[in-house]
């Protein structure tokens, strides 16, 4: 696949042009989830690894909640850490995500997480708040990278390191420091091996425009 750099604006508009086409957006983002799980696993061999996926309520957190479900499909104990009430999912397309693990039996935490969970983690996966941050990173999700960056395990972000301006590379405020970025479609134009750990770019089922 050739590897180019783009930019938030021109990523959103390749979305909505996607999606015009009659390729949903349900569509995308098990892609995303799917292919991410996939390169993790053939990096790392996810059978009886213990994964938390730290989830946001939107669509980076719908990649997330995909992602979990085929680690769990690769034989791995997942977990998911929801950043806020379920009741506060902004999309239909992680609401029904979520509704899915939740139906296959993938426990779910809600704003605090037992410290057993992440004293036995062999891989943490941030899928918070992707690529359309620009402000300073607010609570819930500020607690949550900190948590994520002081794990010892290896730590994956798909997309783009939750608390990252894509764009620019900035941090915003605070930032995931993963070993490990999958990022979608093509490189964003702020991403980079200083703020991303190592950087893999994995289609999401459409040609490049």
């Known amino acids: 696949m050739k590897v180019t750099m783009i930019s938030t604006k021109e990523i959103y508009e390749i979305d909505r042009r996607v999606q015009s086409l009659g390729i949903p957006a349900l569509v995308l983002i098990e892609n995303a989830g799917a292919n991410a799980a996939r390169i993790v696993h053939e990096k790392y061999i996810l059978k009886n690894k213990n994964i938390l996926i730290f989830a946001g309520t939107g669509n980076n957190g719908g990649d997330g909640l995909v992602f979990a479900r085929h680690a769990q499909k690769f034989g791995a104990n997942t977990t998911v850490f929801l950043s806020k009430s379920p009741e506060t999912i902004r999309t239909e397309e992680t609401k029904t995500n979520y509704d899915i693990v939740k139906n296959i039996g993938i426990d779910v935490y809600v704003n605090a997480i037992s410290k057993n969970i992440l004293e036995n983690l062999d891989i943490a996966c941030d899928a918070l708040l992707g690529i359309g941050l620009r402000n300073d990173v607010k609570e819930p999700y500020k607690k949550m990278i900190e948590i994520f960056n002081n794990l010892d395990c290896a730590k994956i ?51 490049k425009y």
Not at 171 to 199: H, R
């Open 157 to 207: 972000s798909l997309d783009c390191p939750s608390g990252i301006d894509a764009d620019t590379g900035e941090s915003c405020g605070i930032a995931a420091k993963p070993d490990m970025t999958v990022t979608f479609y093509d490189i964003k134009k702020g991403l980079n091996q200083s703020n991303c750990g190592e950087l893999i770019v994995t289609d999401i089922g459409i040609k």
